[in-house]
């Protein structure tokens, strides 16, 4: 990889053109058992009571291998009201599934919108002192002025503008129901190799400042150990307990019974 990249584009290179398996370099809070499927279950349930929705979906953006979402079958969840979304060719399961890149190809969601570690893939830059950093470190070009702008009020380091935009997209996509965004806070882009971290690695990826993503679409921020408080992995948090959860709810007065949104069927 030429050492000269931004780290948007090193980002960009990892998940597009080298089609990253990302269970293959690191694990996630899904990764250590059922307990997060439990949760986002029970909400879509409760936020269906709470908006009247006679037949929630749970959309799982970024489902990657379909790990939460074979969780969720196992839990008894109805297969068709599972949407997977992801770049991956859809798992053998038998669940509804889109191949593409969100939040672009995201249908109309009644229900949960479920965003898990997906905003800390999304290319960002470095900005430090009004510049673009280079993965070497070296300043590059000047940072654009809607760049300028967000590390004003947010501060230098990595620009959450794209992040913003994407989860802002999210939101709006759900008509009725709820958008929750599961990610790890602040910090340099960070590269993850067979279970190892460094500058570089088979994946790429770059904490989610939260403040601006509130900030954009309202919400409620919540850290995961509070979630969790008495498992031992998820509700440490100097673990995956410190990951951060923020919620946004749309609530609809009319009707929100709905049909399919016609993706392929998995499997």
């Known amino acids: 990889m030429d050492a000269g990249l931004t780290w948007s584009e090193a980002m960009s290179w990892t998940h597009q053109e080298r089609g990253v398996i990302a269970e293959e370099h690191f ?6 058992g059922a ?20 037949r929630p979906w749970i959309v799982d953006i970024g489902a990657g291998s379909g790990r939460l979402l074979g969780q969720l079958l196992a839990l008894g969840f109805p297969a068709d009201r599972l949407l997977g979304v992801d ?4 798992p053998d399961l038998p669940v509804r599934w889109i191949q593409g890149v969100a939040p672009a190809c995201l249908p109309p969601v009644h229900g949960l919108a479920f965003a898990h570690e ?17 993965t070497d470190g070296a300043p590059g070009p000047s940072a654009s002025p809607e760049q300028l702008a967000w590390v004003q ?21 759900v008509v009725v129901g709820e958008a929750i965004a599961v990610d790890f806070s602040g910090g340099d882009p960070v590269g993850h190799r067979r279970g190892r971290r460094g500058a570089w690695g ?8 939260f403040r601006s993503l509130r900030a954009r679409t309202g919400g409620r921020v919540v850290p995961q150990h509070r979630l969790f ?25 009319g009707r929100a019974d709905n049909p399919s949104p016609s993706p392929t069927t998995a499997g």
Do not use: K, N
């Open 27 to 32: 694990s996630t809070s899904i990764d250590v």
């Open 35 to 54: 307990q997060v499927a439990r949760l986002v279950m029970r909400r879509c349930q409760e936020v269906a009571e709470e908006c009247g929705i006679d």
């Open 87 to 90: 770049v991956r060719p859809a």
């Open 118 to 134: 997906f905003l800390d893939d999304i290319p960002a830059d470095v900005v430090r002192d009004g510049r673009i950093l280079g």
């Open 153 to 173: 009020q947010w501060g230098d380091g990595v620009c959450g503008l794209t992040r913003d935009e994407a989860w802002r997209q999210i939101v709006d996509r």
């Open 202 to 209: 088979a994946d790429i990826c770059a904490g989610v400042d």
């Open 229 to 253: 408080p008495d498992h031992p992995v998820l509700g440490d948090p100097a673990g995956l307990g410190g990951f951060l959860w923020l919620t946004v709810t749309r609530p609809d007065a």
